[in-house]
């Protein structure tokens, strides 16, 4: 049952981040701050960091490759984005403790990292004309927050399940 855990997570996460996006932007004294929920790839990232560094890669290529296709209109994007974080993510790992709080950090700042490719891929081809400082203040800051607080909440359980379905399949290879 526990082998299937790990791919409904991943497809529970992806549906509700756009259910999350509709709860953006907020309004603060005038002000607009722009909360983009990214779940999914803070699960890939301790997929790629707990249980594989190959399933996760394929997870990301897959659910990148849909994302591209359900909501945004450049193919390819997000179908290497997600992929190259669990990739950095996992060779990241062999350097550093694999301790729960190292990798919410690295997580959040590969999360930044997506923000930021994001940001100057579309800055490159002209879709965002927004300068880096308000891109920083009134999207990445309240990004960072709200992930901060879903990773702060449901980072130990994502850890407890992968750690849980690498231990079952090791010891399923031992047989």
């Not at 996760?56 to 984005?81: E, H, K, P, R, T």
């Not at 400082?133 to 709200?146: D, E, G, R, S």
């Not at 990773?151 to 379905?165: D, E, S, V």
Request: glycine fraction near 4%; aromatic fraction near 22%.
């Amino acid at each position: 049952m526990i082998r299937f855990l790990v791919i409904a997570i991943s497809v529970l996460l992806f549906y509700l981040e756009p259910i999350f996006g509709l709860f953006s932007p907020i309004e603060l004294k005038s002000d607009f701050y722009v909360l983009v929920p990214r779940f999914l790839i803070i699960y890939l990232i301790f997929v790629a960091i707990y249980y594989d560094r190959k399933r996760a890669m394929l997870y990301g290529l897959f659910f990148g490759l849909l994302y591209d296709v359900f909501f945004i209109d450049i193919i390819g994007l997000y179908s290497f984005i997600y992929p190259l974080m669990c990739l950095v993510a996992s060779y990241t790992v062999k350097y550093i403790h694999q301790h729960l709080l190292v990798s919410t950090i690295l997580t959040l700042l590969l999360v930044a990292g997506v923000e930021l490719l994001l940001f100057w891929f579309y800055t490159f081809i002209g879709i965002k004309t927004m300068t880096f400082t308000y891109f920083y203040q009134h999207n990445l800051i309240p990004t960072m927050i709200a992930n901060a607080v879903f990773l702060l909440m449901f980072g130990w359980a994502f850890k407890y399940i992968l750690l849980n379905r690498f231990n079952q399949k090791a010891l399923l290879l031992q047989k």
